[in-house]
């Protein structure tokens, strides 16, 4: 029962920021892991950043992403600054990681950076 809803997605310019969000709905418990994935076109999914006992980051978004979470909300956030060409992408939140990889996804959210 457990659903991912991101927003906050949109256009902005380069050198920009936009904040994004990733509200947890369910019975989703409050200790799992969460983490922001993109995709842009032609590319394979990539991890942007994670939240786990510490924060980690992609080389390509470091210094210029920051990770936060509200555990007692559920919300997800990744506020990106300096935003560049090569952050336009789809980007999608995930929580929960199992054997397999991450066990809940939204449906993701468009960043369009000109």
């Known amino acids: 029962h457990v659903q991912l809803v991101e927003s906050g997605g949109g256009s902005v310019q380069a050198g920009g920021t936009l904040t994004l969000s990733c509200a947890a709905s369910g019975d989703m418990f409050s200790g799992c892991a969460m983490s922001w994935y993109r995709q842009a076109p032609g590319k394979e999914r990539e991890l942007v950043a994670s939240?786990?006992?510490?924060?980690k980051y992609a080389d390509s978004v470091k210094g210029r992403f920051t990770i936060s979470r509200d555990s007692a909300k559920n919300i997800l956030t990744l506020q990106m600054n300096s935003l560049k060409l090569e952050d336009t992408a789809v980007y999608y939140c995930a929580a929960c990681y199992s054997s397999g990889g991450y066990t809940y996804w939204g449906q993701g959210t468009q960043v369009t950076v000109s």
């Open positions: 939240w786990v006992s510490t924060r």
